[in-house]
């Protein structure tokens, strides 16, 4: 079994992954999770975890060219957004500590995925998937989502359904919500 000895915080403020199989719906979840958790005074913040090799920057253009040529980091910035872009080359992939460093304050940090991290985590799992549970190989899993009863479970099982109790569950979780 994983063990997670503590709670991880960024800049003081509490971090729950949502971790499942691909197909589960984690990144509906955590969507729907977003405009509660806001409207709940929130500032939340998000990581995603991807396995394969994904590019968000584009052939030819000045940013991608920036990083081509060698630059360590480019940041493109826009009247909207930045996007920082730190290639890391042959050194180790940053692990979620190292990565939440670098982000701004938040009142909760959201990842998806980090399935090895030592943070708490909500499991989303739908049994038609076909796929394992992964709450009994990993003690870190505080709750699972799902959309069926999940008999033996000794964690909460949360509706899927009901993105609301899911964040009435992360608000009590991070001392938001009393009750």
Known sequence: MTKSSATLTAHGAPVMALIGWSGSGKTTL????????????????TLKHAHH????????????????AGAHETMLATAERFVLFHDHGAAAEPDLPALLARMAPADLYLAEGFKAAAVEKIEVHRPELGKAPLWPEQDDVIAVACDVPLPGCDRPVLPLGDPPAVARFLLRRCGRLIA
Do not use: N
């Not at 955590?30 to 913040?45: E, K, M, N, Q």
């Not at 090799?53 to 081509?68: A, I, L, M, N």
């Open 53 to 68: 090799k994904v590019d968000p920057d584009q052939p030819g253009k000045d940013s991608f060219r920036h990083r081509e």
């Open 30 to 45: 955590l969507t729907a999770l977003l405009p509660l958790l806001g409207g709940a005074g929130l500032r939340v913040s």
